[in-house]
């Protein structure tokens, strides 16, 4: 029995990871190999790919792709825990919104995002923020608002309100107590919620794509525009690598942090 | 607070990564030869002495996947982030509100000649700088082809499956001959599941996505049997022989397994992928495959097997599909001024030569092309095909003829998909067009 | 002294709200106003008022419904698809997981990839002439099928959706198993039921809530999707294979139809809520019948 679950799980694991697998291996095969040998064994394994990207890189700049993706997830995901975080404790301790913005913040993502994608589209264009890093962060930022609302808001309900009413007879101010006091004691589940924000910012594809043009494209805009690199046809060999390169960070995130992403991930989906 | 420190540092990388560009920004067509030639052109044009520093010519390139949709979308929101841009004859009706009109150096007619300027042309006025000519060849196996037309037994089989599938006995001929119906005779002869000797899985490799492009190389099929978008009054006329052939001809290849499964995901660049496997004997394409798929380093199978002869012939004669590509002046363009010295050196002989050396495919006088005829036999029957078999639907330069190519490669890939029927497919073209068109 | 806290409430939640104001009622506003003007491209902020033309050019179209439909069956079948393997896997494999819980962060991995990329993947793993599949399948099956025809699309993206998120489903119906209690399992083991009892009499009534929730959440994911279907069919022949949210995103950019897309937006937009408020009843009442 147990043999039989062993085989289960690698079934699951390869077939769940079969598409990062597959490119992954590409990505070691020199373009010739690529186009007379597509099984899973790779005769003359060679980085030529890895090194192509960056030989072109004057046209298909990856590192500018992969910052803009990190500039972007970054300010994003912060900026949904600094907007959060204040917010999810006056919901907790006074109540305050717990009616209607709660339910609010966390149906939002129920809500097809194109929704608000035209009408975004249209005002960025007039203010400026269309094909800029911060533009996109503002709406990662929205993105990632339902799960760290919701997140950050179970995880301060989990804290004793003995401490603040302590805190409260020693004098100390709302403010102050949010910071010298909640801050440290949250600081795990902000750290979780930012990198689960991070993740969930880095992998967005629909503004990324309608929003940016050069100057902020990310990498998941990106690595489409290497399929087209060549006139004569598809380089897959590059455009295997980059996609290896593009979803490494998450993934390396996902490795490390995995058992409190999958906290995270349960938390937020019952509680939300 | 490190979070809050960090992203400040960052809100300033960004302010500053977008600051300080006062060089000339061009907007060019990505991924194909016209990017590798229009970079060269700009390199050569930044080295000489007397162009400023300030109007050193800087390209950008995006996806050509919504090429035409997101340029629409920044040049009708007023960006500035590209003071020239790229036009082609089929989209200028559409820009040209949010253009600037371009007045060309004397000589530029030496250079291009009248014909091929109005390709750059709207309500009279000259828009742009016509690079590139596209239009489209019949690809074609060389060594295949050639054993065709001398092998016996390979004629016999030629004649069997004609006879069984197409109901006539067909002997081969040479594809400058060909009719649609030798190019169907010899794209089921080289389809192994017809064929089981043939030396190719595919006869052919049709481009069949939902995407415009793919509309324009299939109206060539429309045109030689006579067919147009509209008559001279304006009535649409989709709905005739003409469109029905054309549509029933791609329908029959692929349910005969003519061309790869996936063909209605195909553009561009996954049917040169085909070909260039050396699974396919005939593919009708871009003229801008060619160098490409004749470079051994690029495609070892194909390369120096490749014929090219234009499209097949039908009642009405030979066509190919015509349109121009070129630069043209935004309308918020920041750096104007110099925007426009670049554009009056590209409509030099000198800077086209520079461009057609590295690839580009502009259509060049005679005088113009002479010093690099040599380097570019083919620009010579660029020019010849475009002068003798070339064609431009009837509304195909109107401001809405985007709309009707997207329009029609909605329609007909459902028809090719078996999503929907013939009639259906041509009365919701015709009833869409007739919006579209109407005056 | 309550006052006070109210107050300094209604400061903690103000920047959230202000921001909420800004992203999302701005556009909410925009939406309104151009779902029922005619407007394009070029007269962007001259609309003129037409009244519902929009929403019935949107409701009379075919391709709209078409996408309606696929979207629905997409979200249901990959709902379903997802929390059966993944309640599945979640208890067949627990025995394993509760030993080597690091066995979890290959099941999860999928999760991280991008959507996007995911398709963009496919269309290099299913290539004809150059993925792995179609060379299996050419090698040890003698032909390969079109994975991406008409005929096979819907339920190539369906199988690459499941795929990638069944991990999703698995990683919370686990985590529900897991909180069983054991002493209510081991109850029941004394009154004799066996593993089948158990599971259907026990296990999953507890795990009911959880399942709902799963079936809800990926409901949604798997309805509104856009980037793994863009990336790897696009619109697909015909239109075969768009999405609602392909659907506006074309009629907005390849049409230039802004009031329809528009309008169809905020059809989209009324359907979740109302999908939203049918979901919440059903859990008051649940809550309800439990307390």
Same mark, same amino acid.
């Given at each position: 029995?147990?043999?039989?679950?062993?085989?289960?799980?690698?079934?699951?694991?390869?077939?769940?990871?079969?598409?990062?697998?597959?490119?992954?291996?590409?990505?070691?095969?020199?373009?010739?190999?690529?186009?007379?040998?597509?099984?899973?064994?790779?005769?003359?394994?060679?980085?030529?790919?890895?090194?192509?990207?960056?030989?072109?890189?004057?046209?298909?700049?990856?590192?500018?792709?992969?910052?803009?993706?990190?500039?972007?997830?970054?300010?994003?995901?912060?900026?949904?825990?600094?907007?959060?975080?204040?917010?999810?404790?006056?919901?907790?301790?006074?109540?305050?919104?717990?009616?209607?913005?709660?339910?609010?913040?966390?149906?939002?993502?129920?809500?097809?995002?194109?929704?608000?994608?035209?009408?975004?589209?249209?005002?960025?264009?007039?203010?400026?923020?269309?094909?800029?890093?911060?533009?996109?962060?503002?709406?990662?930022?929205?993105?990632?608002?339902?799960?760290?609302?919701?997140?950050?808001?179970?995880?301060?309900?989990?804290?004793?309100?003995?401490?603040?009413?302590?805190?409260?007879?020693?004098?100390?101010?709302?403010?102050?107590?949010?910071?010298?006091?909640?801050?440290?004691?949250?600081?795990?589940?902000?750290?979780?919620?930012?990198?689960?924000?991070?993740?969930?910012?880095?992998?967005?594809?629909?503004?990324?794509?309608?929003?940016?043009?050069?100057?902020?494209?990310?990498?998941?805009?990106?690595?489409?525009?290497?399929?087209?690199?060549?006139?004569?046809?598809?380089?897959?060999?590059?455009?295997?690598?980059?996609?290896?390169?593009?979803?490494?960070?998450?993934?390396?995130?996902?490795?490390?942090?995995?058992?409190?992403?999958?906290?995270s991930l349960a938390a937020g989906a019952v509680k939300g | 607070m490190t979070i809050a420190r960090l992203a400040s540092a960052?809100?300033?990388?960004?302010?500053?990564?977008?600051?300080?560009?006062?060089?000339?920004?061009?907007?060019?067509?990505?991924?194909?030869?016209?990017?590798?030639?229009?970079?060269?052109?700009?390199?050569?044009?930044?080295?000489?002495?007397?162009?400023?520093?300030?109007?050193?010519?800087?390209?950008?390139?995006?996806?050509?996947?919504?090429?035409?949709?997101?340029?629409?979308?920044?040049?009708?929101?007023?960006?500035?982030?590209?003071?020239?841009?790229?036009?082609?004859?089929?989209?200028?009706?559409?820009?040209?509100?949010?253009?600037?009109?371009?007045? /060309?150096?004397?000589?530029?007619?030496?250079?291009?000649?009248?014909?091929?300027?109005?390709?750059?042309?709207?309500?009279?006025?000259?828009?742009?700088?016509?690079?590139?000519?596209?239009?489209?060849?019949?690809?074609?196996?060389?060594?295949?082809?050639?054993?065709?037309?001398?092998?016996?037994?390979?004629?016999?089989?030629?004649?069997?499956? %004609?006879?069984?599938?197409?109901?006539?006995?067909?002997?081969?001929?040479?594809?400058?001959?060909?009719?649609?119906?030798?190019?169907?005779?010899?794209?089921?002869?080289?389809?192994?599941?017809?064929?089981?000797?043939?030396?190719?899985?595919?006869?052919?490799?049709?481009?069949?996505?939902?995407?415009?492009?793919?509309?324009?190389?299939?109206?060539?099929?429309?045109? %030689?049997?006579?067919?147009?978008?509209?008559?001279?009054?304006?009535?649409?006329?989709?709905?005739?022989?003409?469109?029905?052939?054309?549509?029933?001809?791609?329908?029959?290849?692929?349910?005969?397994?003519?061309?790869?499964?996936?063909?209605?995901?195909?553009?561009?660049?996954?049917?040169?992928?085909?070909?260039?496997?050396?699974?396919?004997?005939?593919?009708?394409?871009?003229?801008?495959?060619?160098?490409?798929?004749?470079?051994?380093?690029?495609?070892?199978?194909?390369?120096?097997?490749?014929?090219?002869?234009?499209?097949?012939?039908?009642?009405?004669?030979?066509?190919?599909?015509?349109?121009?590509?070129?630069?043209?002046?935004?309308?918020?363009?920041?750096?104007?001024?110099?925007?426009?010295?670049? /554009?009056?050196?590209?409509?030099?002989?000198?800077?086209?030569?520079?461009?057609?050396?590295?690839?580009?495919?502009?259509?060049?006088?005679?005088?113009?092309?002479?010093?690099?005829?040599?380097?570019?036999?083919?620009?010579?029957?660029?020019?010849?095909?475009?002068?003798?078999?070339?064609?431009?639907?009837?509304?195909?330069?109107?401001?809405?003829?985007?709309?009707?190519?997207?329009?029609?490669?909605?329609?007909?890939?459902?028809?090719?998909?078996?999503?929907?029927?013939?009639?259906?497919?041509?009365?919701?073209?015709?009833?869409?067009?007739?919006?579209?068109?109407?005056? | 002294?309550?006052?006070?806290?109210?107050?300094?409430?209604?400061?903690?939640?103000?920047?959230?709200?202000?921001?909420?104001?800004?992203?999302?009622? /701005?556009?909410?506003?925009?939406?309104?106003?151009?779902?029922?003007?005619?407007?394009?491209?070029?007269?962007?902020?001259?609309?003129?008022?037409?009244?519902?033309?929009?929403?019935?050019?949107?409701?009379?179209?075919?391709?709209?419904?078409?996408?309606?439909?696929?979207?629905?069956?997409?979200?249901?079948?990959?709902?379903?698809?997802?929390?059966?393997?993944?309640?599945?896997?979640?208890?067949?494999?627990?025995?394993?997981?509760?030993?080597?819980?690091? /066995?979890?962060?290959?099941?999860?991995?999928?999760?991280?990839?991008?959507?996007?990329?995911?398709?963009?993947?496919?269309?290099?793993?299913?290539?004809?002439?150059?993925?792995?599949?179609?060379?299996?399948?050419?090698?040890?099956?003698?032909?390969?099928? %079109?994975?991406?025809?008409?005929?096979?699309?819907?339920?190539?993206?369906?199988?690459?959706?499941?795929?990638?998120?069944?991990?999703?489903?698995?990683?919370?119906?686990y985590s529900a198993y897991v909180s069983i209690p054991a002493d209510v399992r081991e109850a029941a083991a004394i009154d004799?039921?066996?593993?089948?009892?158990?599971?259907?009499?026990?296990?999953?009534?507890?795990?009911?809530?959880?399942?709902?929730?799963?079936?809800?959440?990926?409901?949604?994911? %798997?309805?509104?999707?856009?980037?793994?279907?863009?990336?790897?069919?696009?619109?697909?022949?015909?239109?075969?294979?768009?999405?609602?949210?392909?659907?506006?995103?074309?009629?907005?950019?390849?049409?230039?139809?802004?009031?329809?897309?528009?309008?169809?937006?905020?059809?989209?937009?009324?359907?979740?809520?109302?999908?939203?408020?049918?979901?919440?009843?059903?859990?008051?009442?649940?809550?309800?019948?439990?307390?």
């Amino acid at each position: 029995m147990t043999a039989l679950r062993w085989i289960v799980f690698a079934i699951a694991v390869l077939a769940m990871n079969f598409p990062v697998i597959s490119t992954l291996i590409t990505s070691f095969k020199s373009e010739a190999e690529i186009a007379g040998n597509p099984s899973w064994w790779i005769e003359a394994p060679t980085l030529a790919n890895y090194q192509g990207i960056f030989a072109i890189a004057d046209r298909f700049d990856i590192l500018h792709y992969l910052w803009n993706s990190f500039a972007s997830s970054i300010l994003g995901a912060g900026l949904s825990l600094l907007l959060a975080f204040p917010a999810a404790y006056a919901m907790v301790r006074f109540e305050t919104g717990q009616k209607w913005l709660l339910p609010l913040v966390a149906n939002l993502r129920a809500i097809p995002l194109i929704v608000f994608a035209i009408p975004l589209y249209l005002v960025y264009a007039r203010v400026g923020l269309l094909d800029t890093e911060l533009g996109l962060a503002l709406i990662l930022c929205i993105v990632n608002l339902p799960l760290v609302l919701v997140l950050l808001a179970a995880s301060l309900r989990d804290l004793p309100a003995e401490l603040d009413e302590a805190a409260r007879v020693d004098g100390a101010s709302t403010f102050g107590l949010l910071w010298r006091i909640v801050l440290p004691l949250a600081t795990p589940a902000l750290a979780t919620t930012m990198v689960l924000g991070f993740v969930y910012a880095w992998n967005e594809f629909l503004f990324a794509l309608m929003l940016t043009t050069r100057n902020a494209v990310t990498t998941t805009v990106g690595a489409s525009f290497f399929f087209a690199a060549s006139g004569g046809g598809v380089r897959w060999g590059t455009a295997a690598a980059v996609m290896v390169l593009s979803v490494l960070p998450p993934m390396v995130l996902g490795l490390l942090l995995y058992r409190r992403i999958g906290q995270s991930l349960a938390a937020g989906a019952v509680k939300g | 607070m490190t979070i809050a420190r960090l992203a400040s540092a960052l809100l300033a990388a960004c302010a500053l990564s977008s600051a300080a560009q006062a060089e000339v920004t061009v907007l060019g067509w990505p991924g194909g030869p016209e990017e590798s030639a229009l970079r060269e052109a700009a390199n050569a044009y930044n080295a000489k002495g007397d162009v400023a520093e300030a109007d050193k010519v800087e390209l950008i390139f995006f996806n050509r996947d919504g090429f035409w949709d997101k340029l629409q979308t920044d040049l009708a929101a007023g960006s500035g982030e590209f003071d020239l841009n790229l036009l082609a004859t089929y989209a200028i009706g559409r820009y040209a509100p949010f253009m600037e009109p371009v007045m /060309l150096p004397d000589t530029a007619p030496q250079v291009f000649g009248e014909k091929v300027l109005t390709t750059m042309q709207f309500d009279g006025a000259q828009y742009g700088v016509p690079t590139d000519l596209s239009l489209h060849f019949m690809y074609f196996r060389k060594d295949l082809i050639d054993q065709l037309l001398s092998d016996p037994a390979w004629q016999e089989r030629y004649k069997e499956i %004609s006879a069984e599938k197409l109901g006539q006995a067909m002997t081969p001929v040479r594809p400058d001959q060909w009719t649609w119906n030798d190019y169907q005779a010899t794209t089921l002869f080289f389809t192994k599941s017809v064929n089981p000797d043939s030396p190719t899985r595919y006869g052919t490799v049709l481009q069949m996505k939902n995407l415009l492009f793919n509309i324009m190389v299939w109206h060539s099929t429309v045109r %030689s049997n006579g067919g147009d978008w509209m008559d001279e009054e304006g009535n649409i006329t989709v709905d005739s022989a003409a469109f029905r052939e054309g549509l029933e001809l791609y329908k029959n290849l692929y349910d005969e397994g003519t061309t790869p499964k996936d063909s209605l995901t195909y553009e561009f660049a996954e049917a040169n992928a085909a070909f260039g496997s050396g699974q396919v004997a005939t593919m009708l394409q871009w003229n801008a495959a060619f160098p490409d798929l004749n470079d051994p380093a690029k495609a070892p199978t194909v390369a120096g097997k490749i014929g090219t002869v234009a499209p097949p012939a039908g009642e009405a004669g030979r066509f190919t599909h015509i349109h121009g590509l070129g630069l043209g002046l935004n309308k918020a363009a920041q750096n104007k001024e110099g925007a426009v010295k670049f /554009l009056n050196w590209l409509a030099t002989a000198e800077a086209m030569q520079v461009y057609a050396k590295a690839g580009g495919a502009p259509a060049l006088t005679a005088q113009a092309l002479q010093p690099i005829a040599e380097q570019r036999p083919d620009l010579a029957q660029l020019g010849d095909y475009a002068g003798q078999y070339g064609f431009v639907m009837n509304g195909g330069a109107s401001a809405k003829a985007l709309s009707v190519y997207e329009l029609q490669a909605e329609q007909f890939t459902g028809y090719w998909a078996g999503q929907k029927s013939l009639d259906e497919a041509l009365a919701a073209t015709a009833e869409g067009m007739a919006g579209l068109l109407k005056k | 002294m309550q006052c006070a806290l109210a107050r300094d409430g209604r400061i903690l939640v103000a920047p959230l709200t202000i921001f909420l104001l800004a992203m999302l009622g /701005l556009p909410l506003v925009v939406d309104l106003i151009y779902s029922v003007s005619a407007v394009e491209f070029a007269t962007i902020l001259s609309p003129e008022f037409v009244g519902l033309a929009n929403y019935a050019s949107a409701l009379s179209s075919e391709s709209f419904w078409r996408a309606a439909w696929f979207s629905l069956r997409f979200g249901l079948l990959c709902a379903t698809a997802q929390v059966l393997i993944g309640l599945f896997l979640a208890i067949f494999l627990e025995p394993l997981l509760a030993r080597r819980p690091w /066995l979890m962060a290959f099941l999860m991995l999928p999760m991280m990839v991008a959507p996007a990329l995911v398709g963009l993947m496919y269309r290099l793993v299913l290539h004809e002439f150059v993925g792995v599949v179609p060379w299996f399948m050419f090698t040890y099956v003698g032909d390969s099928p %079109s994975f991406l025809g008409p005929d096979n699309a819907f339920k190539t993206l369906v199988v690459v959706e499941v795929l990638q998120w069944t991990p999703f489903a698995l990683l919370i119906l686990y985590s529900a198993y897991v909180s069983i209690p054991a002493d209510v399992r081991e109850a029941a083991a004394i009154d004799g039921a066996g593993t089948w009892r158990r599971l259907v009499s026990i296990d999953l009534p507890l795990m009911g809530p959880a399942i709902g929730a799963t079936f809800f959440i990926r409901f949604i994911d %798997s309805f509104r999707v856009f980037d793994n279907v863009y990336t790897l069919t696009g619109a697909g022949a015909g239109g075969s294979t768009a999405t609602m949210s392909i659907w506006v995103y074309e009629a907005f950019f390849k049409s230039g139809d802004i009031g329809r897309a528009v309008a169809a937006s905020m059809l989209l937009l009324a359907a979740s809520w109302l999908v939203l408020s049918v979901v919440h009843r059903l859990s008051q009442r649940r809550a309800g019948a439990s307390a």
